[in-house]
């Protein structure tokens, strides 16, 4: 936050914030951002275009590589298991393209990074 306010121009902040839509335990949401980041649902970065002036590259992937599978994360958000009654034949196929496209993201952010 601090860079972004640092940044003289406009700043975008966008977060993961769950809220009780997602079925979790409210008084747990710090826990469910960290496993969102753990599980590669949700990746850190952020651009800045000062670091050009620099010669440095403005996008900078605070994420690792994710360690936890995604399908777990999935699994524990309400919203996302209800596809299972909505969609019980196509769940799986939803689950398995979502984990190959989590994967392939990272995969494209790292390489901006570099």
Not at 18 to 43: F, R
Not at 92 to 105: G, I, L, P, T, W
């Amino acid at each position: 936050i601090s860079e972004a306010e640092a940044y003289p121009g406009p700043s975008i902040i966008i977060a993961y914030a769950p809220c009780i839509n997602h079925g979790i335990d409210m008084s747990q949401s710090q826990l469910e951002e960290k496993k969102a980041v753990e599980t590669g649902y949700w990746l850190l970065y952020r651009y800045n275009p000062a670091l050009k002036t620099e010669g440095k590259n403005p996008f900078i992937l605070d994420s690792k590589e994710p360690k936890k599978d995604v399908l777990d994360f999935l699994e524990g958000e309400k919203r996302y298991t209800s596809l299972k009654q909505t969609f019980p034949e196509k769940v799986k196929e939803y689950r398995e393209k979502f984990a190959v496209y989590a994967k392939e993201r990272y995969e494209e952010y790292r390489k901006l990074a570099e």
